[in-house]
């Protein structure tokens, strides 16, 4: 059996050529005569590996020096927790935009360590969209403001960036970040795990403007301190090697591409023809506002939620895997990152259709 | 040019056969069409993954019914901070063993949370033994004992474990974990980072005796919360997916090798090798008392410290990697993990033994 169109929303969807080059690399990376998981991270040819990932994810998102890059672990569900101990900053009030399913788990972490304010919520709307500019009722008592640009449960996506004005921004973006250029200028803290455009899950990239570093809040461990990564380079204890290394492979298939530019209309394309064969079905349906719909991850659902299952089946026998929509909002999810090849949502579509011609 | 020998601290040598194996299931993890790193975690096949690796682990440590085994991430330096933060339990003591450079990283972070106690030091012998049963101090008032059964950096190894009465014992077992058979029901906690015995670096085992989870000091992160992990069965925020994966390939042929007491015979000799070629010799020495030294680091000095340089540079163009000694100590250390093949260690005398006869 061939490789299959894998529409999870993470862990999800490797570059092919990334994995091929792993596999050609795995015994004996360059003439080293070892895996890289194997070397030590303190030796010179896997800190060569780690910051030529760096140098390649600075140019990608053209970082500004001002910003660190952190690689570490523990995912988003981590930085929940490591955002309000690292921004509070002798603060005890945060503003979060209520958006979807992870915007709320960010809220209830955050809530251990400060007031929560809800700056918009769109729950009333059922995250079927995102607030807007004028609907932000932002405290300037606010020690930082938290969202998420890409809700990737209800495929919702922020067709903008938040004005805070001089508070600092800070954007889980597990479910964008690389899908497209970003200001990063606009940001105090970005972080993503890797698992969905950048690699394998364990890894977890922090992009953190430098002036935000190293006033922790009492009682933070070491390791939820982000002055302890940014002052040992992400090697003050073993990083996650391999999957930085991995992530290395992601960036530089980017750049060959195009960069981010490139990667942005390629993905406006794939969304753009999925949302058009939903839109113009009278069969499937996708809830959310036009503007605010992910590129991502596109939810839709069937008009006989009764052929749920013999559409998932169908799919699978026709190599469309892992099509089914979070437990919490069921329905179908079609995860289409970077590493989706424009092939697959086609396929995906013309399977769509004749699924819908047989029992719609 | 062909695999070399790795004699890495950590990231460490890999067991080529899993390797192999993982590289032939790189693209397609039988029949599936996707690399197991593409799985949801939710998806039946990675649990069916993740449910037999930690089958094997439970078969090959003996691991009793009232033990949960969680995989996590961060490493032992995040447990340096959950190992407090979780099992204080109401108390604001611990004792904790110092015996090298890994108990004192444990106990600086533990101080964040609570008054340590020392309960044995072996710093004034410069860590060159582990202390005895009869000289440890142990406080009735300690939550916990802490301890670090074989310290890597310097080479010692705990010949016996701690005797703490009805005060649960912690240990990170990092470098020795899966080496030997142990007695889990010693211990109340025991950790490992899996970049030695395990597999891939992102992966930390914590196999944690079940009453002394859930009451989790105030202020603990979600993340660092033992039952946060142990409800969701390792699943409450997406895992290293891919470690679990390959930590699950190396208890696969751990058990095809006959299990921990096969594997404690082998590296019994292979321990036994090395350490009777520095003793026999007039040029290598290590200084730790005979019944104290590891089986897994062996830190040793050439007699003229101005070779060192000569030395690696010579047993690298041998295929003999990754032997220079921590930074902190200096000289040399070879690591010989489960994956080090007998032949490995056999190789590295014979290269000792020529360098001495030639400059010795």
Redesign the interface.
Same mark, same amino acid.
């Given at each position: 059996?061939?490789?299959?169109f894998?529409f999870?929303?993470?862990?999800?969807?490797?570059p092919?050529e990334v994995?091929?080059q792993?596999?050609e690399e &795995?015994?004996?990376w360059r003439?080293?005569? &070892?895996?890289v998981?194997?070397?030590?991270?303190?030796?010179q040819e896997f800190v060569s590996i780690a910051e030529q990932a760096e140098a390649d994810l600075r140019a990608l998102l053209a970082i500004p020096d001002s910003y660190r890059v952190l690689f570490l672990?523990?995912?988003?569900?981590?930085q929940?927790?490591?955002v309000p101990?690292n921004l509070l900053r002798g603060g005890d009030q945060a503003d979060y935009l209520n958006t979807g399913s992870w915007s709320k788990k960010a809220i209830a972490?955050a809530k251990?360590?400060c007031a929560v304010e809800i700056a918009a919520s769109t729950e009333d709307a059922r995250f079927t969209r995102a607030p807007t500019q004028r609907e932000l009722n932002l405290s300037s008592e606010a020690a930082y403001v938290h969202y998420t640009p890409n809700e990737t449960i209800e495929g919702v996506e922020f067709p903008f960036v938040p004005e805070t004005v001089d508070i600092p921004l800070a954007a889980d973006m597990s479910s964008t970040l690389l899908s497209r250029p970003i200001e990063v200028s606009r940001y105090g803290v970005i972080y993503a795990?890797a698992?969905k455009n950048l690699?394998?899950?364990?890894?977890t990239l922090v992009i953190v403007r430098e002036d935000l570093i190293g006033r922790p809040l009492a009682?933070t461990?070491?390791?939820?301190d982000y002055k302890t990564h940014a002052d040992a380079g992400s090697m003050?204890?073993?990083?996650?090697?391999?999957?930085w290394y991995l992530a290395g492979l992601v960036f530089q298939w980017l750049r060959c591409r195009g960069g981010l530019a490139a990667m942005a209309t390629i993905n406006e394309r794939k969304a753009g023809a999925l949302y058009a064969a939903i839109d113009t079905s009278g069969f499937y349906a996708n809830p959310v506002e036009p503007a605010c719909r992910s590129r991502m991850n596109v939810p839709f659902t069937l008009a006989d939620p009764g052929l749920d299952q013999k559409f998932l089946t169908e799919a699978k026998a026709a190599?469309l895997?892992?099509l089914e929509g979070h437990?919490s909002v069921g329905g179908m999810r079609a995860s289409i990152y970077n590493a989706m090849p424009e092939e697959g949502v086609r396929a995906l579509i013309a399977f769509m259709q004749e699924f819908e011609r047989r029992y719609g």
């Open positions: 059996m061939a490789r299959v894998n999870s929303a993470g862990p999800a969807i490797l092919e994995l091929r792993a596999r &795995l015994l004996n003439g080293s005569g &070892l895996c998981a194997e070397m030590s991270h303190r030796d672990q523990g995912g988003a569900s981590s929940f927790a490591m101990m972490e251990r360590f795990g698992q690699g394998l899950a364990g890894l009682g461990p070491a390791m939820f003050y204890n073993t990083p996650p090697t391999y999957a190599d895997v892992t437990r």
